[in-house]
């Protein structure tokens, strides 16, 4: 069974850019996680999708980043602009459903803002 | 509100020696823990989990965990460690009735030779 993809791994902008990162589920599973790690944090969730639905977005800083599912599968995180504070890993993960209680996490995507 | 508490932020021990990974959470309400992974440059991948039943977990790679409901504690144990178990080790709750993962800031766990 293939796992959570993420692309690119590795990002460098400077403040003020945009950038989007990609996130494939694994297949079947309906809901989809992002999280933000700074360094030395734990993960912190940012938004929630069940299908093509938010569940949970309170902690997403709207004025700033968004997000996507449209057709329920794959999901794109984009930050437009950027700030210095955003620098982080990006994580995405996905859930069988709601109530599934373990999540599948991606490798994540290293945002750098300089 | 809940949070979970990572007691030590780094914890060195040389190989084959034991460890335990300190947890603590707050809620009020019931919750399901875990115990989460993560080596240099990867995601996290899932070492245990509690949800109901037998307070003492046993999980992946020899590691083991007790659910002390009492003092609110989750604490991760190792008998006896690798040079591969080197990696940050994050505590998550869930609380019940939500799907939403709290996770404590996490522990270095660094084995010497």
């Known amino acids: 069974e293939a796992g959570v993809a993420q692309s690119p791994r590795y990002k460098i902008i400077e403040k003020r850019q945009s950038v989007a990162f990609w996130c494939n589920p694994i297949?079947?599973?309906?809901?989809l996680y992002w999280y933000q790690q700074i360094l030395g944090q734990g993960p912190k969730l940012l938004i929630q999708?069940?299908?093509?639905?938010?569940?949970?977005d309170s902690q997403l800083p709207k004025d700033r980043f968004s997000a996507e599912r449209l057709k329920g599968v794959d999901s794109t995180l984009k930050i437009q602009p950027a700030k210095l504070e955003d620098s982080a890993v990006y994580l995405c993960?996905?859930?069988?459903?709601?109530?599934?209680?373990?999540?599948?996490f991606g490798p994540g995507t290293r945002l750098t803002v300089t | 509100a809940q949070s979970v508490t990572q007691l030590d932020s780094q914890v060195p021990v040389f190989e084959e020696a034991p460890v335990e990974l300190r947890c603590n959470y707050s809620?009020?309400?019931?919750?399901?823990l875990f115990w989460y992974v993560q080596y240099p440059n990867q995601g996290l991948q899932l070492l245990l989990k509690?949800?109901?039943?037998?307070?003492l977990v046993k999980g992946i790679n020899g590691f083991e965990a007790e659910f002390n409901k009492s003092q609110t504690s989750f604490h991760l144990r190792k008998p006896s460690v690798h040079i591969s178990d080197t990696a940050e080790y994050f505590c998550?709750?869930?609380?019940?009735?939500?799907?939403?993962?709290?996770f404590g800031a996490g522990t270095r766990l660094a084995v010497h030779p």
């Open positions: 993960a996905s859930s069988l459903d709601h109530r599934t209680r373990e999540q599948y």
């Open positions: 297949s079947g599973h309906a809901t």
């Open positions: 999708f069940q299908n093509n639905g938010v569940v949970d």
């Open positions: 809620s009020s309400v019931s919750v399901y």
């Open positions: 509690y949800l109901s039943g037998s307070t």
């Open positions: 998550a709750v869930r609380p019940g009735g939500y799907n939403k993962l709290i």
